[in-house]
């Protein structure tokens, strides 16, 4: 037995009224057959073989007895040229005029089974008139059509005179006047244009219209063009509708198996962070994303001030590297400038290593945009400091703007995002019915380990990673050495007449400040610091890093900043290591509340008096009651993500 499904009953009983029941089962030359859904038509009918025409003009022979037995079935049937009509009349029909036709088929049927018109006309509470004339349509249909429920079918979208009553040289004022006067970058009002149009009309002697007419013209403005025109192309990109599923990509999605393709791509958080040393307002950070195309889990993060470079990307490929001990195949990116550095790109190379620049529009990255939407309404939007407020500036008040508002460090935020990261890879996924981590462990059972791809977590392989500071290049002094982020280097070739003033590469370890890399005479030179030594090593990674990008993003806000001393750096250092206890959100919380106090005229606290913290002890626990955020782990992950 055959089951149908329908958009709704009253399409149900159409086509069961009309089409379903007045199949033919014969073959016959030339009739159009239909089978699986699609149309074919009958060239020759032998006694063992049926030749069929596809639509493109392919050809092939059927046996005969298959196809009876389709036919049968209700798999395959054969229909008139005419029904082509039927179907499509039908197709333009709406659920009411379906509804309408099918009181209209049982009133006939009930004229059929003996019922007098009076009485038919009667029950549908329309004259005998109306009856008549909807028996005369029917047989009309199955005279011509070979169908007469379509001719039950209501016409009154075709009713009535639908041409324009404006004359040709008004419609083109109209559409004119739009293109000059209101589809521009000013973006003035409707009512200014109408103005424009009556003005116009009234010198060039051209019949006017209504202000309703001509507001009529303007809402068939496609809104894609009057959103682009008025608000720019980023805007317009939000109301045109795409889908990466019917399109053919030239960059690969998911990949082979795990870490053969690995997007990435940056995003600036909506939080607003502060310094963990002054409670002052660093801005919103930024996120670099590396995630396992085949898996779908993240693989490496970097949490920046900076905008997105090629030092967050090298910094992003290390951990990556430290944390699966693998190299993918492929990156896929998109086309910022950080991709094209020579230096990502000589990275990539090393590591035997292509990169697929995926072009066209961001929804054409829904794989990793998609990632960053869930992560900003999942996390960071429960978060104090977020900056939905901002969304709405005027309605937003004072105590709600999220300057005000931010506690949250860039430290306290890594750690976050390490639990959130850690909680996503243990979800399940709707597109590949397991956990991201399940199905990235599993890979490797499946694929083996594939140690062609693995890279050793070595020096070497740390020092290829080290990101070049800002300027590039930088002077050689014979007697102060190397400038690098405001620490003076030193290295005793540097002695060499020959080096005077050059200008060299440099790379620094953004984890360890102890040191830094210069170009010298064909050969990388390891560099010391010059003094306080002692002070800037013996960090771990995380919070060296986020020391030392808070560092930069505050000497940033001060134009005095690039002449500091060693000895100012090194004493902000050792005022960190003072109050390290003070990274914890409930510490910056109480030290807010302290600013207040002092603005009152309570005396300020002596950093100096401060003992001084074991250099060997362990990395500060945050609060956990303070550090309590609520993540929707529940939240239905999108199926094209």
Sequence with gaps: MNHYIFR??????????????????????????????KKHRVLTLESESVELEEDGGYIKCVPKVLL???????????????????????????????????????????LDNGCPIEEVAANNQVSDRTIRSWLSRFRAAQTNLG?????????????????????????????????????????????????MFLKASDDTQTPSTSEKTFYAYAKRIDPVRRVRSREGSKAAYQQESGSNLSQSMGWDLSGKFALDVVHTDHTQLDIELVSSRTGRNMGRPWLTIFLDGYSRMPVS?????????????????RRMVAKTGYFPASFVVDGGKEFHSVYFESLAARGRSNIQHRTGKPRHGALIERYFGSLNTQLIDRLKGNTQPTKNVRQMSA????????????????????DYLEGFAEREHPSLGCSPGFQYNQ?????????????????????????????????????AGIRVNHLDYWHSIFRSPSLNK????????????GHVYAFANKTWHKCRVISHYEVFRGRTERELYALLEEHRKTAANFAQSRNQSM???AGLFERVQSTEESLSISQLARDQEQLQEQKKGVAKADLKSAPKPDENASEPELDSEILSFQIDYSAAIPEDF
């Design 8 to 37: 709704s009953k009253e399409v149900a009983k159409a086509l069961d009224q009309s089409f379903l029941e007045k199949r033919s089962a014969e073959l016959a030359p030339g009739s159009l057959l239909h089978v699986f859904g």
């Design 301 to 317: 993060f970097v949490l920046m001030f900076d905008p997105p470079s090629y030092r967050s990307l090298m910094i992003g490929v």
């Design 147 to 195: 169908d007469g429920y379509v001719g039950l079918l209501p016409k009154t979208a075709g009713r009535g005179n639908r041409s324009s009553r404006l004359s040709p040289a008004t419609i083109s004022l109209i559409n004119r006047v739009l293109e000059e006067h209101f589809l521009n970058k000013n973006a003035p009002p409707l009512s200014h244009a109408y103005a």
């Design 399 to 418: 105590d709600m703007n999220p300057k005000k508002n931010a506690v949250w460090t860039l430290e306290a935020l890594s750690s976050v995002l390490d």
């Design 502 to 513: 050059q200008k060299v590469d440099v790379r620094y370890d953004p984890f360890d400040v």
């Design 567 to 569: 000895r100012q750096i």
């Design 68 to 110: 009876e037995q389709q036919i049968l079935q209700g798999i395959a049937y054969t229909e008139s040229e005419e029904n082509g009509q039927v179907l499509e009349l039908l197709r333009h029909a709406g659920p009411d005029d379906l509804a309408k036709a099918n009181q209209r088929y049982s009133a006939l049927r009930a």
């Design 443 to 479: 890979s490797f059972v499946m694929h083996g380990s594939r140690k062609i791809r693995a890279m050793e977590y070595n020096q070497d392989f740390i020092i290829s990673t080290f990101p070049p500071p800002r300027r590039g290049k930088v002077s050689i002094n014979p007697k």
